[in-house]
């Protein structure tokens, strides 16, 4: 398989703050739909199933799609549920077989 034929492993970008309120979720949000309207295949999860703010943003951007009968370039999109790290990285592994 050349170079030109073998998919590239997808990238990871974390927003992390020990702190509410710094703009993690609006953040992730902005890029990941950025990334998604330049073409790239994005999946995001959300690692705070409480507050669920990544996820429900873009669940609303979905019933506005819906809603409208629009599309709008959209990322993939799950909340991370568990409490271990093995179980984190499952999802990350499964998530990244469809992005870029």
């Keep these: 398989m050349d170079m ?3 998919k590239a492993s997808p990238h990871h970008i974390v927003f992390a703050n020990e702190k509410g ?14 990334l998604s309207y330049l073409g790239f295949r994005v999946g995001a999860i959300d690692l705070d199933p409480r507050q669920r703010t990544l996820h429900r943003y873009l669940e ?29 990285e499952q ?6 077989q469809d992005c870029d």
């Design 60 to 88: 609303n951007r979905v019933a506005t799609q819906q809603r409208r009968s629009i599309t709008l370039p959209t990322p993939n999109f799950e909340v991370f549920q568990d409490d271990t790290q093995a179980r984190l």
């Design 91 to 96: 999802m990350v592994t499964k998530m990244s």
């Design 21 to 34: 309120g710094t703009g993690k979720s609006t953040s992730a949000v902005h890029v990941a739909v950025a």
């Design 4 to 6: 030109m034929t073998r």
